[in-house]
């Protein structure tokens, strides 16, 4: 009887698996291929794959969590800096920003709302839309009250943004190209700016780039893709104007990276619908070419130049005197501000060590902390490795609508590195400096309004970022 039982027991257990294998869900289809790794040394690598709605949502499902979080920060942060409510950035990412944003783009942002709400994230399209224009509000806030005779904040201003190089030739070890960035930023969003994106699209080259959760750019632009293009950048600072019937800086940004095979497919992307949001000297190369390019992109003025043999820095120095003059209120003769104490410390680092750059160089480049004006080696808001906080003229020294900021990762790459898909990379501040939250905001209890977001920055050392084969 016993034996009997045990019979039907397993008879029904087997009928109900059935049933249950019949009825469960399947596998969503949008998430073949996506997956994201645990955090090696402070980054998360993601690899997505598909069309724009696929990669999108397989974006939204696998950071969820993460994409919640920043979006937290950016409520605190975008409102704080230039004193308008979320509302006010959602009506214009609706009005302003989603009229020119093609398609493609639009689906990719849907498909991350579609993939945080179905963990339970409740955001929508203009939630999105915002942060990814993260990096260009504070352009259009400065124009929008210029229009409508309202007082801008003093945060609502182009900071300084970023350190970088690129160099070819007689200036490289071998002859081939090195490029290098520093991300410089609010520690906000920085401490989260850890991402790593291996995107496989259907349409476009396959690239790798870092970035942050939410974002379909990196934002701080260091990426390459498979026809050999590495693109990045540093902010003009100062810089003032905006074309509200302009094309998103963000999408510019994304389809230079997809669909770019040249320095002139890079150029054409950027000039085209050029808003002037978040208005940069963009450093590109062509690693299969060995040609290196600076696109100096204001609205108004654009200028590209280009070298088989030599090299191009960025720290937010304006280039053209023109542009200099039409579009910013940079201070060109003061050497103590930081663009101009960091753009000489590059110029001394290219020529000292002309024909040795390599990668490894470029790691220590970023981590560097000569104060080029005082001619001290001591971490401040005039150093490569940015530390605004430890600057000794104060937070307010510093061109930016930030107060906690400085240097937060750090990549480089090269010809043989690119070929493989390949970057090294470092989160945190490349010196090896970490950044303690609990006790910065007790020196400087006027950042208080950043401590429910405020966390620890930790230094880690350069790992490579290495795309799905």
């Keep these: 009887m016993r034996r009997a039982i045990s019979i039907a027991v397993v008879c029904s257990m087997i009928i109900l698996a059935g049933v249950a294998a019949s009825t469960a869900p399947k596998a969503d289809e949008r998430l073949k291929g996506a997956f994201r790794r645990p955090a090696v040394n402070g980054w998360t690598f993601v ?23 920043l979006y937290k920060v950016y409520v605190l942060e975008l409102t704080h800096d230039n004193g308008k409510d979320w509302n006010f950035f959602r009506e214009a990412s609706k009005n302003v ?18 993939g945080v709400n179905a963990q339970g994230v409740k955001l929508d399209i203009w939630d999105i839309v915002t942060v990814n224009a993260a990096m260009e509000w504070s352009y259009y806030v400065d124009q929008y009250d210029k229009e409508h005779k309202i007082a801008s904040l003093p945060t609502v201003t182009a900071g300084d943004h970023c350190s ?11 002859g081939r190209v090195v490029i290098a960035h520093n991300n410089w930023t609010s520690y906000l969003d920085g401490a989260r700016w850890t991402m790593a994106f291996d995107i496989v699209p259907a349409h476009g080259y396959h690239f790798v780039m870092d970035g942050l959760p939410g974002l379909i750019h990196s934002g701080d632009d260091f990426g390459l893709n498979s026809a050999g293009i590495v693109i990045t950048e540093t902010t003009i600072t100062g810089f003032h104007g905006f074309d509200s019937n302009g094309v998103p800086e963000f999408v510019r940004a994304r389809k230079a990276m997809q669909y770019s095979a040249s320095i002139d497919d890079v150029a054409r992307i950027f000039k085209e619908g050029n808003n002037g949001g978040y208005a940069n000297d963009w450093l590109i190369a062509d690693t299969r070419k060995g040609e290196i390019a600076s696109l100096e992109l204001g609205l108004k003025n654009v200028t590209l130049d280009r070298k088989t043999d ?8 304006p280039i053209n005197p023109k542009l ?17 104490a960091r753009r ?7 020529g000292e060590n002309k024909g040795k750059i390599d990668v490894k160089l470029a790691e220590q480049f970023l981590a560097d902390h000569v104060d080029s004006f005082s001619g001290k080696t001591e971490p401040s808001e005039r150093t490569l490795c940015g530390h605004v906080e430890l600057s000794p003229r104060g937070m307010g020294s510093w061109q930016t609508p930030f107060g906690t900021a400085g240097a937060v990762q750090n990549k480089a790459t090269d010809t043989q590195m690119a070929a493989k898909m390949e970057f090294t990379a470092a989160a945190g501040h490349a010196c090896g400096m970490d950044f303690l939250a609990a006790k910065h905001l007790q020196q400087h209890p006027e950042q208080s309004w950043e401590k429910p977001e405020l966390r620890d920055m930790k ?11």
């Design 324 to 340: 200099t003059a039409d579009e910013t209120d940079f201070p060109v003769n003061d050497p103590g501000v930081s663009a101009n």
């Design 97 to 114: 920003l989603w009229p020119h944003v093609e398609q493609e783009y639009r689906e990719e942002m849907q498909g991350i709302v579609d």
């Design 47 to 69: 690899h997505l794959e598909g069309t724009a709605a696929q990669i999108g949502y397989q974006h939204g499902y696998l950071l969820a969590a993460e994409i919640q979080d």
């Design 459 to 469: 230094a880690y050392p350069w790992t490579t970022i290495s795309a799905q084969k």
């Design 164 to 174: 970088a190089f690129v160099a070819v030739g007689s200036y490289t070890k071998d």
């Design 344 to 350: 000489r410390r590059w110029e001394q680092l290219m």
């Design 310 to 317: 030599g090299y191009f820095v960025g720290s937010n120095f």
